[in-house]
C-alpha cells in the first residue's frame, strides 16, 4: 500500500491518511471527483461512510487501478 500524503496547512508537515474523501481520491486516480461519486454509485468503487461523509479507502484504489490494468497484445 502507497501511503498517500498531504501538507496540513495548519503545521505544514506531512501526514499519513488511510481514508480519502472523494476529492482527494479523484486527485489520486487522476479524474474529477464527480467521476469517483459516479464510480461509487455504479459500485465499481466501495466506500464507507462516516455519518454523512462518504471515504475510500486506498488499499481499495490501489486495488481497482490493479483490475483495472489491460495488456494489448497478450496471446
Do not use: H
Not at 500524503?5 to 480519502?20: H, T, Y
Not at 487522476?30 to 466506500?47: H, I, K
Amino acid at each position: 500500500m502507497r501511503p498517500f500524503l498531504f501538507l496540513d496547512m495548519k503545521n505544514d508537515k506531512p501526514q499519513l491518511q488511510r481514508l480519502v474523501d472523494v476529492n482527494r481520491a479523484g486527485e489520486y486516480l487522476g479524474v474529477a471527483a464527480w467521476t469517483v461519486r459516479e464510480m461509487c454509485w455504479r459500485g465499481d468503487l466501495p466506500f464507507c461512510r462516516v455519518g454523512r461523509l462518504v471515504r475510500l479507502d486506498l488499499r481499495d484504489l490501489d486495488a481497482w487501478i490493479d483490475s483495472a490494468k489491460t495488456q494489448v497484445g497478450t496471446p
